[in-house]
């Protein structure tokens, strides 16, 4: 089946470390994007990729990076330099962006991270 | 900057309609999307308009005015299960999405 997939699904890290997320999409679309989700709130953008070795930085990139070396990969790091990473991370695609896009968003399940 | 525009709760009974609205200001508009959301879940994709106008997927409903930078969807047929969150979303650069705050709907029997 195709899909996103996002892994781990729960993460704790204690301050100071950094730690990868990863997202994996068999779907062949071209752009992919990072979401986070604070308790209540919506989504936030914090990278997207709409083609391979190019990205851009969303609303909230500070404290995160990101790489797009493979089209179905798109890996999320949250940095020591981000203050409050405690959230829901949600990756997703979209198949075509530009003029074709359709605005449908396809998700992964998310990672919740957890700062201890 | 991007902004919009959604009630934060909305509660309406078991069978009844219910309107969401969505306000946005943007710096280029592509698209007007709407998702739902269950707790704890990821989103999932409900409709998109590009152009003026009424989309109708079965009992939801989503409509667009680009002159008022206006959107709503519409939930006909209220059922338990519908009980989510709801989020417009704008693509202000063809492929690029920004998400309203959400509405959350609570169903009622």
């Known amino acids: 089946d195709g899909g996103i997939t996002q892994s781990p699904k729960y993460l704790f890290r204690k301050e100071g470390q950094n730690v990868t997320l990863s997202c994996e999409q068999n779907?062949?679309?071209?752009?992919m994007y990072w979401y986070r989700q604070d308790p209540g709130q919506g989504l936030r953008l914090i990278y997207y990729s709409q083609i391979v070795n190019d990205f851009q930085k969303g609303d909230i990139a500070e404290g995160y990076s990101v790489s797009r070396e493979k089209k179905e990969s798109f890996p999320l790091t949250v940095t020591s330099a981000q203050k409050n990473p405690t959230a829901f991370y949600l990756c997703a695609s979209l198949p075509q962006a530009g003029g074709a896009s359709t605005g449908e968003l396809f998700f992964g399940e998310g990672s919740r991270l957890t700062v201890l | 900057g991007q902004s919009l525009e959604q009630p934060s709760e909305v509660t309406a009974v078991e069978g009844a309609i219910v309107q969401i609205n969505c306000t946005y200001q943007?710096?280029?508009?592509?698209?007007l999307s709407w998702y739902q959301q269950h707790d704890g879940g990821a989103p999932t994709f409900l409709s998109y308009n590009a152009l003026d106008g009424l989309e109708e997927t079965g009992r939801f409903s989503s409509f667009l005015s680009r002159s008022d930078s206006y959107g709503y969807l519409l939930l006909q047929e209220l059922q338990m299960k519908d009980s989510a969150s709801y989020f417009c979303?704008?693509?202000?650069?063809?492929?690029?999405?920004?998400f309203g705050q959400g509405t959350e709907l609570s169903v009622k029997p």
């Open positions: 943007t710096s280029g508009f592509y698209g």
């Open positions: 779907l062949n679309h071209d752009a």
């Open positions: 979303a704008v693509d202000v650069q063809g492929g690029k999405l920004i």
